[in-house]
């Protein structure tokens, strides 16, 4: 038996010398195997979970209201929006979507005509046409090229924060919608874009006069061009905000909100929260004070330099500047007034929002589930991964696909009925205010509260004889998919005829019919076979009287 002698040295000692016998690149590999595991979780990456699945990605999820005309007519019609989006295999990671789009993406060429807006405080704003992407056009101050009875439709563009036409997102979106042949205005923030501003404020995110100015003055100089709308980021903050505020008096068609955030006070704090996103809250903080200082010799409104001097995030700025300029308490109140969630609701026009639940700035925290589901005008579509404007696609990551999404979007709603709604929305907001109530013969109370005032004029009565028409082109339409979570809502009954009670009736047997397909089918063969032999029954007691009746004559 062998005898086993112990050692007196100790065993740290002992395990020293172990380790000083493994091989140097041993530790390497150890070590870098330990740095991989950090940054993959780190970077919140997927690429793990994509590779299994063999980089089908997930499918998109969308949200809408049981009577949303825009899915039946539009959205319905949309392939991107209905099937799945892959984000490219080097990319999976939505802190990389985010990062590689604004540094290492390359960005299409736009040759942008320039024109100069003055606003009611004297603000000057400037807006970035680019009509053909092939021809290059020197850049032309005052001069937009575009013909005032040109028919082309309009998308109007509004940028995030510290961004401008010159933003890598904002060159895709134009140069894809340009090449598709629309006309493309960018409506840079005031301050931002390479122009000065020329009064005493900053742009926030709640500021939906500038968009008020631009939309009205492009509808007023182009009244023969449909008008729609796009916002990135804090730009589709403003719009959705806008859109709420203006409701059908809007000469916008349709809208697309990107990235939107929402909810401003929980985006805050979820900027707080974990080290990467307490980094894109420093990046956006230091950009802001940057543009703050750029005008500061216009600003004497503003004396706490040394405070705005040592901004450090988002949330510095808006303490020190942007409740300063705007006149709020706290910043947390500012932030309650101007999230476009509570807008959401007020939006009677048809919107397509798009957000991805990785979003590392835009937290899905934020987003209104239940207000856009209630609204019949909204469709929201949510992606699994993309991160913050990036949803970059395929092997080399050239294309966007919530570009492409919007793409698609606007072309088929340019072709489906609900544009000739908009145009007659469109010449109501050129139209003389209504009579007020005291004026009027007749007191009518709707549905939801409001007391308007009609007369014996027609012109009014052929414009809700108009809007019921076009409800039932969209009744008419093929039979969709809608999620069973879906509420239904009914709009007020416009005018007191026939037609009118009836909507509520259809939308309810189209509701029915959507809910399930199979649901129909085994309803269909239930039916069948719990009257068959009923049916039977009578048909064969029918014609074995025909057959007596003749043989009795016979005889």
């Not at 750029?294 to 988002?314: A, F, G, Q, V």
């Not at 959507?514 to 063969?525: E, G």
């Not at 048909?539 to 009795?552: E, I, T």
Request: aromatic share 10%; hydrophobic share 40%; charged share 20%.
């Amino acid at each position: 038996m062998d005898c086993i002698t112990l050692s007196s040295e100790s065993p740290y000692a002992l395990m020293l010398k172990a380790a000083f016998l493994i091989s140097i690149s041993h530790y390497l590999l150890g070590f870098l195997f330990l740095l991989i595991v950090f940054l993959y979780n780190f970077m919140e990456m997927y690429f793990i979970q994509e590779l299994f699945t063999g980089f089908r990605g997930k499918p998109v999820s969308l949200t809408f209201n049981s009577c949303c005309d825009l899915y039946q007519q539009v959205v319905s019609k949309c392939k991107i929006l209905h099937g799945r989006f892959s984000s490219t295999p080097w990319l999976c990671s939505p802190h990389l979507q985010t990062i590689f789009l604004q540094f290492f993406e390359r960005i299409p060429a736009c040759n942008y005509q320039r024109q100069l807006l003055k606003t009611c405080d004297g603000e000057t704003i400037a807006l970035d046409w680019l009509r053909n992407v092939n021809v290059k056009i020197p850049s032309v101050e005052g001069f937009d090229g575009v013909q005032s009875d040109d028919k082309t439709p309009i998308i109007l563009v509004i940028p995030g924060l510290t961004s401008d036409s010159n933003s890598a997102y904002i060159k895709h979106l134009a140069f894809k919608m340009a090449k598709s042949g629309w006309n493309v205005v960018v409506s840079n923030h005031r301050g931002l874009g390479g122009v000065t501003i020329t009064s005493d404020c900053l742009y926030n995110a709640g500021w939906t006069e500038d968009a008020r100015k631009v939309i009205d003055h492009l509808h007023t100089q182009y009244p023969q061009a449909p008008l729609f709308a796009v916002g990135t980021s804090i730009g589709a903050n403003v719009l959705v905000k806008y859109l709420g505020e203006e409701g059908v008096n809007t000469a916008i068609v349709g809208a697309v909100a990107i990235c939107c955030p929402w909810d401003l006070l929980i985006g805050e704090k979820f900027l707080k929260r974990r080290y990467a996103q307490r980094c894109y809250d420093k990046a956006l903080g230091i950009g802001l004070k940057v543009y703050a200082q750029l005008h500061r010799s216009l600003l004497p409104r503003l004396t706490d330099w040394d405070s705005i001097s040592k901004i450090r995030c988002i949330r510095d700025y808006d303490q020190h500047v942007t409740c300063v300029l705007y006149d709020f308490e706290t910043v947390d109140t500012y932030y309650r007034e101007v999230s476009c969630s509570r807008y959401v609701g007020s939006v009677r026009i048809p919107l397509l929002c798009i957000s991805a639940l990785d979003d590392p700035i835009c937290s899905r925290e934020t987003i209104p589930w239940d207000e856009c589901r209630a609204n019949k005008n909204v469709v929201l579509a949510t992606t699994q991964h993309g991160g913050h404007l990036g949803h970059l696609e395929g092997l080399t990551g050239k294309s966007l696909w919530w570009v492409r999404a919007v793409d698609e979007f606007f072309c088929a709603f340019n072709s489906s009925s609900l544009i000739r709604r908009g145009k007659i929305q469109n010449n109501k907001v050129d139209s003389p205010p209504l009579k007020s109530i005291d004026e009027a013969p007749y007191v009518n109370i709707r549905e939801d509260g409001l007391v308007t005032a009609f007369g014996n004029e027609p012109s009014g009565e052929l414009g809700n004889e108009q809007l019921v028409e076009d409800d039932k082109v969209g009744d008419n339409n093929g039979t969709v998919q809608q999620e069973p979570n879906a509420t239904t809502q009914y709009d007020p009954v416009r005018c007191p005829n026939i037609n009118a009670m009836l909507v509520p009736v259809k939308d309810c047997l189209n509701q029915l019919s959507r809910r399930s397909k199979i649901s129909m089918w085994v309803l269909a063969c239930v039916a069948i076979t719990t009257t068959w032999p009923i049916l039977g029954s009578l048909f064969f007691k029918k014609m074995l009287r025909k057959n007596f009746s003749s043989s009795s004559t016979k005889r």
